[in-house]
């Protein structure tokens, strides 16, 4: 007998019918002999709907009461979702998250988990229920009510799953597990059965969308072991943990990461005196623009060519700051462009093995592509390529690293 925490995201609840279907799921586990606790999403589509409603009467809606407002959608869920075990005769019992009591600060939208008080949950476990917790909603120290962020609920799962010391948090949703890379873009792209952590952060950060990226820091700090399956299909989804597989079985490369919401900035001709890199992106932070990668590099003539990344959607606003940082500077001219793309090979592997670079580099070589910028971390080699040649770069190299999935399908 386990202890479990399930995670169902508002597409696997976003019909009455499909919660009907996660109620008999439920109680499959329930009839193994195993607790559950659930936390669930709004149904797909709702919170947006709510943000509507909020944007029509104002552009800037209050914090505060925006969190009122959203946090409706998920208490929806939880009521429908009791009422349904409760019908299959399985006990079971819907709790805001106030109600629980998950403290978070009060930073309304954002707010951060600070404690969960498992007394109540403990006891209706004891009384063989099923808890349902509103997910993406707390209640700050004044008894406010709080939200998460966007996609909140997956953090609210692990953090309950950490608070009950549960034996895994599984995350349901409308794929079958974390791939190697999107699959619309390698057809051949393959389901991980596991991925470490480390490795899941720079997938979810580098732009593969399946969990919300604070739920898997939360995760690996309270080695909480996760795992992402499919709401409506059978399989085994795939495992995020702490362990890496032996060097034997361990892929060198586990999946690729990109991002096209990338454009780069060069202010050119810089002198190469102490403080220039901070005189740069110094207003830039200050205009609320965040940098990714960055690169120096000195030339013979003791200029200096500083070139970073930043969103796209920031594209225009940096290069407003920098053409005034480089009047400043003395630095010869700005120059930039928005057609590019960011590629990211991710894997625990890379630190035992040499060549990977230098592997990466060839293989894209071979298809004629042009590297802009690289950047290098123990288990990441991210490039900068011109957009249009994303897809072929990550086919080949998807290729290359022997990703790809060679079942016929
Ligand atoms: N309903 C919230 C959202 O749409 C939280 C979640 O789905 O995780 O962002
Ligand atoms: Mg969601």
């Known amino acids: 007998m386990a202890l479990y925490v399930h995670k169902y995201g508002g597409t696997s609840v976003g019909t009455v019918e499909k919660i009907e279907g996660v109620a008999d799921k ?10 559950v606790v659930v936390a669930v999403s709004a149904m797909s589509g709702e919170t947006n709907r709510l943000i509507g409603l909020a944007n029509a009467i104002s552009d800037q809606p209050i914090p505060r009461e925006m969190d009122v407002l959203v946090s409706t959608g998920e208490q929806v ?12 005769g399985v006990p079971a019992r819907s709790y805001t998250g106030s109600q629980v009591m998950i403290l978070t600060d009060s930073a309304h939208m954002k707010a951060r988990i600070q404690d969960i008080d498992t007394d109540n949950i403990r006891a209706d476990l004891d009384e063989g229920r099923i808890v349902i917790v509103a997910g993406f909603q707390g209640c700050d120290a004044e008894g406010n009510i709080t939200t998460l962020g966007r996609g909140g609920s997956d953090t609210t799962g692990v953090a309950l799953a950490a608070a009950l010391k549960a034996d895994e948090c599984h995350i349901y949703t409308d794929v079958d597990g974390v791939y190697t890379t999107d699959p619309r873009v390698v057809d051949k792209a393959k389901r991980m059965d596991k991925i470490t952590f480390e490795e899941m952060l720079e997938m979810a950060s580098l732009g593969s969308k399946v969990l919300q990226i604070r739920s898997v820091e939360f995760a690996g700090k309270y080695k909480v072991p996760l795992r992402v399956l499919h709401s ?8 995020i943990t702490t362990e890496e597989g032996s060097s034997v079985e361990q892929p060198v490369i586990s999946g690729i990461a990109f991002n096209r919401d990338e454009a780069k900035l060069t202010v050119m001709g810089v002198p190469d005196i102490p403080g220039v890199a901070s005189k740069i992106l110094g207003p830039v932070g200050a205009a609320n623009i965040e940098v990714d990668m960055i690169v120096q590099n000195v030339a ?5 060519d500083f070139t970073f990344t930043v969103n796209r959607v920031d594209y225009a606003k940096a290069e407003e700051v920098l053409t005034k940082v480089a009047k400043d500077l003395g630095a010869r001219e700005v120059a930039g462009a928005n057609d590019i793309a960011k590629v990211s090979l991710v894997g625990v592997g890379m630190r035992s093995h040499a060549g990977v670079a230098s592997k990466m580099f060839d293989v894209l070589a071979q298809e004629n592509i042009n590297i802009q910028i690289i950047s290098t971390s123990e288990i990441k080699i991210s490039v900068v390529v011109d957009e249009k040649y994303l897809e072929l770069a990550v086919r080949a190299l998807h290729t290359a690293f022997d990703l790809d999935d060679d079942k016929e399908s």
């Not at 439920?26 to 607790?35: E, I, P, Q, Y």
């Not at 409506?232 to 495992?239: H, V």
């Open 300 to 304: 013979a003539d003791k200029t200096t």
């Open 77 to 88: 869920t939880i009521a429908l979702l009791s009422m349904a075990l409760q019908k299959r």
């Open 232 to 239: 409506s299909k059978e399989g085994n989804g795939t495992l």
């Open 26 to 35: 439920l109680k499959k586990f329930k009839d193994a002999g195993h607790d």
